[in-house]
């Protein structure tokens, strides 16, 4: 069976950091802060990702590429990764002009990484409604990408 | 689209994407209302979410690095279909074709850069041309990366060459199982053995939420000595609860209606399509065990006969028992027979060989131990007494993986690498990897933050973080006894460093034995003999004796963040060893967190009188938390941390606790803003240092280096608490008034943050004179905190009221207000700001009464004696009109002139007032005094200082008190100047507020 909590998770080390947190009171680590940092951050995240991969576009050439796992999974409608990340990066602008709160989603889950909970105690909403808007944007984005 | 259609649109497809595929139509017909366009978008998007799959599965920000172009080797590469033998695919050498498999082709190819053979599978040209297959090819790829086990072939990475995706997987020497049963049936212990591994392969995957769904002797690869290794697991898919099978399954992007898997080993209900379970492999291992002994699979629907072994037959029954209730419910539950038929098997064979002398039959058993223990694979002892093992510097870090326990005692889960980890902290050589970098390794490897560190995941963590070493402990039981293994290699070359391994004769006797075993370690590794004769306190001496209070400890330490969940864990390992130094000293801070001072204070008196009972590196945690929460004393604080950075020179901890309230609080900001970049330097994954970088630049009035310096703690993405009150006051300081407000409107709704930010707006709305908004803010700020139960920190914020109203002449308020925090009993620093607000007040007394409580109960904490008794004594004396005396007992603030005492740094939420407050006393005796040149000099420092002194309203009246100064010696230009800059900081103040009056008067006769 799985245990229940991670055993790297704290070691002495670990817990002197914590210690550190309230000692220089910097306050709780409080699980809405994090979370509410990462929201700032995915904007920043977004916008150096896109650039990074506009700029890879143009130098890009042929030739041998190193991808990780995952960018083969997000690869959607075909082409590229950077190409797709910036079409994406456009149409997020777009979605965000009919439905703010998913366009906002999509950043925090997408280039953020924040967990669906995360996002929803950012937002205010249950995660049940975070995993509905996050279906919805996903099929607007496929099918906005999907359109050549 | 636009925003008014798509609230049409939306619903719809929610609705649609909730019913069954089958009736969505039908919905969509009926709902639409025969609009055509409206149902046709609404299709177009639940077609375009059924076909989105994996599409956005993952954030960017764990691809790896963007490639450059080609080196040229791997430019001009032929078309695909081609043969690459002979080319270098990044840095993988194409040695020859292995074979063409149902999903690609396969090479074998020569890792470069770490010099390992590894097996590169392509997708088939065809299937490349298929999205879907695509798909699944990752999907394989992550699925198997999930998975490390000795008997499944490990993944190490992927690539594309000229848009074909390839794995790069573990190079295994051997045939496939069904190679080998081509050559005839194998021996009933041969069978027995692969199959106990299959099972146990299985076994891991399952738990791990996967299930295999295409095992047959394919997929079942044998190497030396019969070493079973899985294959592909490619069809696999992440078991989820019945609930959410539906989700998944078009997630994953398989068809509802399409079947996977090999229809000859396919169990009965996945034939038919349905939903399956592990089970489903369970049957596939029992045809697969059938065919392993009998060479050829069994016939349908006749009685399976096992003549070798009634045992087998049974267990080959059991798992093709149609209906999968009837079978193993766990892969475990098979493996256990099928080792329990090998025993027999085996006993049966002793039985009949010649007695053996019992002693000769243990020794073997100890070798047959060892060999498991050490898990790896064979060869290795031979090496071991071959080569000089190489040694690690002390530059290098290592990562500690999980113990292998096969003992089936939990104690032992997480306990043995805790009690290494603490034994190898002692020690200034070696360096663990931070957690917080482990985490984002497994983050980056598609784990969760809590999976196991198995002897392969700590590997990839090793070679993913740049370390050195991958240490794996093991924990095997051996009649009554157990044996430990440690083993160690180096992550990037695979060469062995050490290997040791002891036996416990007891339980109790575990952890005495993993402390010598950790000793043994480190000097096998290069570490002098000297240090680690000087910092070896074993586990049962230094830390605790006991596994089971080791055990609650380890799990309070994983919920640490969670006060509530780690408080009884703490108490838990308290009452089985009182004597639990460590545990005295987090329970201290876990009540600290949750406000509670004085317990917090009682548990870690109770830690620093047990500290002889800690390791060296506990007992410099102990003794910091000591000073810094105890006797507040910083100086002595500083000392231990001299200390512990000088003996533990890799410890990030000692230069970054050092950053914190230790240099703040004595006003050492330079050193504050070092001593965090150098924590930073060495563990560039703990957060703290950045902030107080941050703070370290705010302090000394540079906005402009703290936003520099808060990007660089943005590039380490990971928790922080108070980041917007930090922007804040960088706003604040730029004069940025939009700034100040967009973090206060970020901060909105937040728990713990909103209360902070109003005080903090509460403090600059008193500085410009708008009291009315202060109190209202201020009042909002304490509701919050109250509610939330963070009562000293509401007391804060009513001990800031009181003071404003003091410095602003409203002594009955201002007594009011402080008399109400005294209501409670309170922390040293929210007793003193109380007691500031009355002397203020002129209620002499009073105040009077609790500063001799303050100096008698906390003679050694440097706020106290060097801020707030001299600060509270002289404004008694300058009361009581005897400015020399006053000037006299503020002498020894002037040691620590510009820090943040604790009200303002550190109290209870840190309360960002309250400092330079004895430099404004002092210009306020020399005015009475009629020194008008020193007491400029005095109100200048305080306007000098923006940083230390930030919105606290003392600000706005030493503004006002310097105009006076410089009237009084006479300069009216500059005095004029002063005045003016006063009032357009009050422009906005309250009307009927008596000072901005004042002043306006005192500049009116001045013209």
Redesign the interface.
């Known amino acids: 069976m799985r245990r229940e909590h991670p055993t790297h998770s704290l070691q002495a080390t670990a817990l002197v950091h914590e210690a550190f947190m309230r000692l220089a009171d910097y306050t709780r680590m409080q699980w809405q802060d994090r979370a509410h940092f990462f929201a700032v951050s995915a904007q920043v995240m977004r916008r150096i990702l896109v650039d990074h991969a506009r700029r890879h576009n143009v130098r890009r050439g042929r030739g041998v590429q190193h991808v990780s796992l995952d960018e083969v999974a997000v690869v959607a409608p075909g082409g590229e990764a950077g190409k797709d990340l910036v079409a994406l990066d456009e149409a997020l602008v777009a979605l965000a002009r009919i439905d703010p709160r998913k366009a906002q989603i999509v950043e925090m889950r997408f280039f953020a990484g924040l967990t669906v909970e995360e996002i929803g105690s950012v937002l205010q909403v249950s995660a049940g409604t975070v995993k509905r808007d996050w279906r919805a944007a996903k099929a607007w984005l496929y099918r906005e990408l999907s359109r050549e | 689209?636009?925003?008014d259609?798509?609230k049409h649109v939306?619903p719809l497809?929610?609705t649609a994407?909730d019913l069954p595929p089958g009736e969505r139509e039908e919905f969509l017909k009926r709902r639409c209302g025969g609009d055509e366009q409206l149902e046709h978008e609404v299709r177009?998007?639940?077609?375009?979410?059924d076909?989105?799959?994996?599409?956005?599965?993952?954030?960017?920000?764990?691809?790896?690095p963007?490639?450059l172009?080609?080196?040229g080797s791997?430019?001009q590469?032929p078309a695909s279909g081609d043969s690459l033998i002979g080319r270098t695919?990044?840095h993988y050498y194409i040695v020859e074709q292995l074979g063409v498999g149902g999903m690609g082709v396969l090479y074998k190819a020569k890792d470069t850069r770490l010099g390992r053979p590894v097996a590169l599978k392509f997708v088939s040209d065809e299937l490349s041309r298929e999205?879907e297959a695509?798909?699944r090819?990752?999907?394989e790829?992550?699925i198997a990366?999930a998975l490390n086990h000795p008997n499944i072939c490990t993944l190490h990475d992927?690539?594309?060459?000229?848009g074909r995706?390839f794995i790069v997987m573990e190079y295994l020497e051997g045939t496939t199982l069904k190679d080998r049963l081509a050559a005839g049936p194998l021996s009933l212990n041969a069978a027995l053995d692969m199959g106990t591994q299959v099972a146990t392969a299985l076994d891991a995957a399952h738990?791990?939420g996967i299930i295999h769904r295409d095992i047959k002797p394919e997929n079942i690869f044998v190497g030396p000595r019969d070493h079973v290794k899985v294959l592909d697991f490619g069809l696999a898919k992440m078991r989820t609860t019945a609930k959410h099978q539906a989700d998944v399954t078009t997630m994953a992007g398989t068809g509802q209606n399409v079947v996977m898997g090999t229809a000859a080993y396919m169990a009965p209900e996945q034939a038919r399509g349905e939903v399956v379970d592990h089970r489903a492999d369970i049957w596939s291992v029992g045809l697969v065990l059938y065919e392993m002994v009998k060479g050829t699979r069994p016939p349908q629907a006749v009685r399976l006969r096992v003549e070798a072994s009634p045992e087998l037959e049974r267990i080959v029954s059991k798992c093709l028992e149609s209906e999968p209730e009837l079978r193993y419910q766990h892969a475990s539950e098979m493996r256990a027979d099928l080792q329990r038929a090998k025993r027999d098997t085996d006993s049966m064979a002793t039985a009949s060989a010649a007695p053996r002398p019992a002693a000769r039959t243990l020794r073997r058993a100890l070798s047959l131990a060892a060999a498991g223990v050490a898990l790896a694979a064979s060869g290795i002892g031979g090496y071991l007494y071959l080569h000089r093992p190489p040694k690690l510097t002390d530059k290098d870090t290592i990562v500690?993986a999980?113990f292998a326990n096969t003992t089936g005692d939990t104690v032992f889960?997480?306990t043995l690498?805790?009690g290494l980890?603490?034994q190898f902290?002692q020690s200034p050589f070696l360096s663990?990897v931070?957690?917080?970098r482990?985490?984002k390794a497994l983050?980056l490897m598609?784990l969760p933050?809590?999976?196991?560190?198995t002897a392969d995941v700590a590997h990839d963590i090793c070679i993913r973080t740049g370390s050195t070493a991958v240490v794996n402990g093991s924990i095997a039981s051996l009649g009554n006894q157990y044996v430990l293994g440690l083993r160690a290699e180096h992550c990037g070359t695979g060469d062995l460093l050490d290997l040791e391994q002891l036996q416990a004769a007891r339980k109790e006797d575990v952890l005495k034995v993993l402390s010598q075993l950790a000793t043994t370690f480190r000097t096998r590794v290069g570490e002098s003999l000297a240090t680690v004769q000087k910092h070896s306190r074993p586990l049962e001496e230094g830390t605790t004796s006991s596994l089971d209070a080791l055990k609650a400890y380890?799990?309070a330490?994983?919920?640490?963040?969670d006060p509530k969940t780690a408080i009884p864990l703490l108490k838990r390992a308290l009452d089985i060893d009182p004597n639990f130094a460590?545990a005295h000293a987090?329970l201290g801070?876990q009540y600290?967190?949750l406000g509670e001072s004085r317990l917090g204070e009682e548990s870690t008196s109770k830690a620093y009188q047990l500290r002889d009972h800690a390791t060296d590196?506990?007992r410099f945690?102990i003794m910091?938390?000591y000073d810094?929460?105890v006797t507040g004393n910083l100086e002595k604080e500083a000392e231990t941390l001299r200390l512990w950075a000088q003996t533990y020179p890799r410890?990030a901890?000692a230069p970054?606790?050092m950053?914190?309230?230790a240099t703040a609080g004595t006003g050492q900001y330079d050193l504050m803003i070092a001593m965090g970049r150098e924590a930073m330097a060495i563990n560039p994954d703990?957060?703290?240092p950045y902030?107080?970088v941050v703070n370290g630049y705010i302090s000394l009035g540079r906005p402009q280096d703290a936003e520099q310096a808060f990007q660089q703690a943005?590039g380490h993405?990971s928790?922080?608490?108070?980041?917007?009150t930090l922007l804040y006051q960088i706003a604040f300081l730029k004069g940025d008034a939009a700034g100040m407000e967009h973090q206060a409107a970020?901060a909105k709704?937040?728990?713990?943050?909103e209360d902070?930010i109003l005080h903090l707006q509460a403090l600059v709305l008193a500085r410009a004179g708008r009291l009315g908004a202060a109190r209202q803010s201020a009042r909002h700020a304490i509701d919050l905190a109250s509610a939330a139960g963070r009562r000293e920190r509401a007391a804060v914020a009513e001990t800031a009221v009181s003071v404003w109203e003091a410095l602003y002449g409203n002594a009955a308020a201002a007594t009011r207000s402080a008399m109400q925090v005294f209501e409670v009993e309170n922390g040293r620093h929210v007793t003193y700001a109380a007691a500031l607000a009355l002397a203020l007040g002129g209620e002499r007394s009073r105040s009077q009464a609790i500063t001799d409580d303050l100096d008698r109960r906390f003679p050694e904490d440097t706020s106290v004696r060097f801020v707030y008794v001299p600060t509270l004594r002289a404004l008694s004396a300058l009361s009581a009109n005897e400015p020399s005396r006053a000037i006299e007992l503020l002498r020894p603030a002037a040691t620590y002139e510009f820090a943040q005492p604790g009200i303002s740094?550190?109290?209870?939420?840190?309360g960002s007032f309250g400092a330079m407050y004895a430099t404004y006393l002092r210009g306020e005796a020399y005015l009475a005094l009629h020194k008008a040149t020193e007491a400029t000099a005095e109100f200048q420092k305080i306007l000098d200082h923006p940083g230390v002194v930030l919105g606290d309203p003392i600000g706005a009246l030493a503004r006002l008190q310097l105009a006076r100064a410089l009237t009084m010696s006479g300069d009216a230009r500059k005095a004029k100047a002063a005045y003016q800059d006063l009032l357009a900081l009050w422009k906005d103040a309250d009307p009927d507020l008596a000072l901005p009056k004042q002043a306006k008067a005192e500049l009116a006769a001045l013209r």
Not at chain 2, 44 to 49: E, F, K, Q, R, T
Not at chain 2, 158 to 162: T, V
Not at chain 2, 749 to 753: A, E, F, L, R, T
């Open positions: 689209m636009n925003a259609r798509w939306e497809l929610q994407l177009s998007l639940v077609a375009a979410h076909r989105a799959g994996s599409f956005l599965g993952n954030p960017p920000i764990d691809w790896a963007l490639p172009a080609g080196d791997g430019d590469l695919l990044s999205p695509l798909d090819f990752a999907r790829a992550r990366s992927i690539g594309e060459h000229d995706s738990t791990a500690l999980d889960d997480d690498r805790q980890a603490v902290e663990a931070s957690d917080e482990v985490r983050q598609g933050a809590t999976a196991r560190l380890s799990a330490m994983t919920s640490v963040i460590t987090l801070l600290s967190g590196r506990e945690l910091t938390i810094r929460q410890d901890n970054g606790l950053g914190g309230f703990l957060l703290p902030l107080n943005i993405v928790a922080t608490a108070d980041v917007v970020l709704g937040k728990p713990g943050v902070r740094f550190y109290g209870a939420g840190g």
